[in-house]
């Protein structure tokens, strides 16, 4: 995908400073942090920013090393190859951004390995080929440190071969700007569904396997600048994806309620 125009993006830090080094020096870059807290708007802002294609791939668990590198396909009578996007991305110079690399299978590790060192080679063993990355091309990858129960862990052999950066939550200030720019929101509201995002962030004895993230308070802003009542827009957006807990579904209604 080639980005025509800029995508905001709010920096946080001297983290454009770490990709664009990082891409120069054709080192491969590992993004951590909890979801939606901006991870996959920074990399679409640099492969604007350096003019590069990006080539998002969403891993899951059935996400494999083929579905990266490539197959074999039925094409009317005959098989013919075809490129995966991590084939792709390294013959055209693009970046490629496998977000959740620690949801995929373990194969997926294995195939990048020659291509986060010094040799930038992609190994297709179906083909039994070897292809050297273009100057260009770029290995990004994100990964939810989890530090709750029930997330995967990346293997420490595996993290070192990345240049890392943290995402977190942003300070109020921040965030609020990003309210304001993303849902169009007026201060003073955005300024109440950061209270709420912030006084659940703190709730840890609920035990939630994630928190309240930038992105759901954006959708719940959203929703409120098209209409929608703001404690169902609350209730719905931030609320609800939180937990299917009754009890705690209650429990965080009753505060929104009270803060908006
Ligand atoms: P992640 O990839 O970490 O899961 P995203 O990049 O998809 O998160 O961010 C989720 C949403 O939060 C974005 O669509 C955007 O609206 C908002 N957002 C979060 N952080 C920022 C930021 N620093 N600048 C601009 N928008 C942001």
Redesign the pocket.
Known sequence: MKITEAP?????GQEAEVFEHAFRNKLPLLLK??????????VEYMAWKLERHLITVACHEETSATDLIGRYIIKGAETVWQDGPLTRAVKEGAIIYL?EIAEARPDIIVAVHSLTDYRRILYIDKLGTELVADDNFMLVA?FNPGYQKGFKELKPSTRQRFVSLS?NY?EEKTERE?LV??AGLDEPTAKKLINIGNKIRNLTELGLTETV???LL?DAGKLIQSGLPKRLAVKSAVVEPLSDDEETLEALTDLANLMI
């Not at 905001?8 to 946080?12: A, D, E, N, Q």
């Not at 942090?33 to 920074?42: A, I, Y």
């Open positions: 905001y993006y709010r920096h946080i942090g909890p979801t939606g807290t901006g991870k996959s708007r920074f977000d994100s995402f942003p990003i720019n993303e993230s930038t992105r954006v």
